[in-house]
């Protein structure tokens, strides 16, 4: 069995975890970033939906979490 030392170690490390950093990118940072596409999005998917109609007994209705009071 072939052990990594110097260089090649480093090199090993270094795509472990860029690899972990391409694979979190685009789930993570990209949303927080971009919220406005986000938003977008969440408006078009709940454009005939009415919420008083779904929403269960007594619980108030849902509201933007990123609107501010």
């Known amino acids: 069995?072939?052990?990594l030392r110097g260089w090649r170690y480093a090199?090993?490390?270094s795509c472990i975890?860029?690899?972990i950093g391409v694979a979190l990118y685009p789930i993570?940072?990209?949303p927080m970033m971009n919220v406005e596409k986000y938003k977008e999005i969440q408006k078009h998917?709940?454009?005939?939906?009415?919420?008083e109609e779904i929403q269960p007994g007594n619980m108030k209705v849902w509201s933007?979490?990123?609107g501010r009071k």
Do not use: K
């Open 1 to 3: 069995m072939v052990f």
């Open 11 to 13: 090199a090993f490390i």
């Open 17 to 19: 975890v860029g690899g």
């Open 28 to 30: 993570i940072v990209e």
């Open 45 to 51: 998917n709940r454009a005939g939906i009415n919420q």
């Open 64 to 66: 933007d979490p990123f």
